[in-house]
């Protein structure tokens, strides 16, 4: 059974940053591309970052591009998520998320991280 687990959320201050991390487990774990997704209070989630883990592209929404960077880390099955010059627009549960895929990637996930909370201040 895979499991994605995230840690690094927290309060900081507008302008701020923060590193989340998410590790993934399970026997026979290999996704093709592992991301990052939000949700704020009333809001759908949304896609922030993904990256593939063969190839080590990586894809960023407007709203985050030139703030945060996505990282692997294969040997350690972990993806991590800087984020810089953050804003109180980005407050939100931040879930980590993997494809069942393990070569292609489809943009399709399926294995869903509990979730951590960002919260940036004004």
């Known amino acids: 059974q895979v499991q994605l687990v995230e840690s690094g959320g927290g309060l900081v201050q507008a302008g701020g940053s923060l590193r989340l991390s998410c590790a993934a487990s399970?026997?026979?774990?290999?996704?093709?591309?592992m991301g990052w997704f939000r949700q704020a209070p009333g809001k759908e989630r949304e896609f922030v970052a993904d990256?593939?883990?063969?190839?080590?592209?990586?894809s960023y929404a407007d709203s985050v591009k030139g703030r945060f960077t996505i990282a692997k880390d294969n040997a350690k099955n972990t993806v991590y998520l800087q984020m810089n010059s953050l804003k109180p627009e980005d407050t939100a549960v931040y879930y980590c998320?993997?494809?069942?895929?393990?070569?292609?990637?489809?943009?399709?996930?399926?294995?869903w991280g509990q979730g951590t909370q960002v919260t940036v201040s004004s």
């Open positions: 998320a993997a494809e069942k895929s393990r070569v292609v990637q489809t943009g399709k996930y399926e294995y």
């Open positions: 399970g026997r026979t774990f290999s996704s093709a591309a």
């Open positions: 990256v593939s883990m063969s190839g080590g592209t990586a």
